[in-house]
């Protein structure tokens, strides 16, 4: 009977089971808006983080574009810190020892809200739009993509959102033209983090 009580106290006084290194949707860090151009000079970082708030080291983090057609990647030139699948159209890369990883894309091409699922070791973190200064996905940002943000001005279109304002402004045309004109995919230029500090919330 010892035994048996014995047992009984165990099961009651050991701890739940633990879900750390299980990626956590609420407390990993998933930024607001998306970015690509052919010159892969556009980046934003995904922090992914268990239940209490640890960060994973080493997590598979998928962008996954099987829903978003538009999207076009440039041919691999080696410079590039992640994977692409053309059959599951699935983009991915690892997390670094702070569980962060940070992803340059050379491609171009738009998706509209909803259509990039994010994937951490396979559990979903987020739904996100794309937006690139190459709008028409040609791999070339021309005459032709800043005529269309032209017509998007004034919207709340998040395809052509580049400075993540919530609204398509001038300013969005002038980064296109100003800052990403005539980039293709044999442009490679060291990408460089978007800054939120236009942005009042934390977004997770």
């Not at 829903?67 to 053309?86: K, Q, T």
């Not at 005459?143 to 269309?148: C, E, F, P, S």
């Not at 709340?156 to 304002?165: G, I, N, Q, S």
């Not at 045309?173 to 995919?185: A, F, M, P």
Request: charged share 15%; net charge negative.
């Amino acid at each position: 009977m010892r035994s048996i009580h014995l047992l009984v106290l165990l099961a009651l006084v050991a701890p739940a089971p633990a879900f750390a290194g299980i990626p956590s949707p609420i407390n990993s860090t998933v930024p607001p808006c998306f970015f690509a151009c052919p010159a892969g000079d556009l980046a934003f970082q995904i922090v992914v983080r268990d239940i209490a708030n640890n960060p994973i080291a080493g997590s598979t983090v998928v962008l996954d574009f099987a829903d978003c057609p538009g999207f076009v990647v440039c041919p691999a030139n080696g410079s590039e810190l992640y994977i692409w699948d053309p059959a599951t159209r699935w983009l991915r890369w690892f997390t670094d020892a702070s569980g962060t990883v940070r992803f340059a894309i050379r491609g171009g091409g738009t998706c509209a809200a909803g259509q990039v699922r994010v994937l951490a070791d396979g559990v979903r973190m987020a739904m996100r739009s794309l937006a690139s200064p190459d709008q028409d996905g040609s791999l070339l940002v021309d005459g032709a993509d800043a005529l269309h943000v032209n017509s998007l001005l004034g919207s709340a279109d998040p395809t052509a959102d580049l400075d993540c304002d919530g609204t398509v402004t001038n300013t969005d045309l002038s980064i296109l033209t100003n800052q990403h004109g005539g980039h293709s995919c044999t442009n490679v230029v060291p990408a460089r983090p978007r800054s939120w500090g236009s942005l009042k919330q934390i977004y997770r």
